[in-house]
């Protein structure tokens, strides 16, 4: 069965502490892993798509990567406005649908 | 501004009543998706409809329903509510099929008293 396991649950940085969450996953044929922020009282907003092991993608202060079992984003320097439910998803081949991790909740303290 | 739109933002009903949410894609989005997400279990996904017909169905009950339109929005009927069925019901919408991200709207808030 696929399944998405995302950790820390929880986790709180100094601005400007360097940081990964990670995202380990169990799929049938990866179609395609997924990063998402979401915010209080909104929908997940897109940040990233990985689609084959050993790829890169980079945005701002984020960085994913993505090994055969578990994807990371590094969070560089991080400020207050990266605050947010980091969500990580999984579609594998023979399924239309995505598989969601239960996030991790990212606290940056100024 | 994800382009997704959905309503109402909040919904306050009793159980046993039936209700429906409406979702409007992106434009030029054809597939459709919809997700109940609830503090204990995250995003779960429902059902997916692409260009008016329904595609793959995830975890989403009997008593609920949804359809696409000729104009592409869709909409989540909810009936015989349960309390359980309190949670945010989030749509997102694809250009073609999933292999392209999804983008999602801001949700209904669904609360049965």
């Known amino acids: 069965e696929d399944q998405v396991t995302q950790s820390p649950e929880a986790l709180r940085l100094q601005e400007g502490e360097s940081s990964s969450l990670n995202c380990s996953y169990t799929?049938?044929?990866?179609?395609?892993l997924f990063w998402y922020r979401q915010d209080p009282g909104k929908g997940p907003e897109f940040l990233f798509t990985l689609y084959s092991a050993g790829e890169e993608k980079e945005k701002e202060r984020l960085k994913a990567t993505l090994t055969k079992k578990e994807s990371f984003l590094h969070i560089t320097a991080p400020k207050p406005e990266d605050s947010a439910t980091y969500l990580c998803a999984v579609r594998g081949s023979g399924t239309y649908k995505y598989i969601f991790g239960t996030g991790t909740r990212l606290k940056v303290l100024a | 501004d994800s382009g997704v739109t959905q309503t109402p933002k909040h919904l306050i009903t009793a159980t046993g009543q039936r209700v429906t949410l409406r979702c409007s894609p992106r434009?030029?989005?054809?597939?459709v998706y919809w997700y109940q997400q609830s503090l204990d279990q995250g995003l779960q996904f429902l059902i997916q409809?692409?260009?008016?017909?329904?595609?793959a169905k995830g975890n989403i009950l009997e008593r609920f329903s949804a359809q696409q339109f000729p104009d592409l929005h869709s909409e989540l009927n909810l009936s015989s509510l349960e309390l359980g069925d309190s949670a945010l019901y989030f749509c997102a919408s694809s250009p073609q099929g999933p292999d392209q991200p999804q983008h999602f709207g801001d949700g209904t808030r669904l609360s049965i008293l």
């Open positions: 799929v049938s044929g990866l179609r395609g």
């Open positions: 434009s030029g989005d054809l597939s």
């Open positions: 409809y692409y260009n008016g017909e329904e595609r």
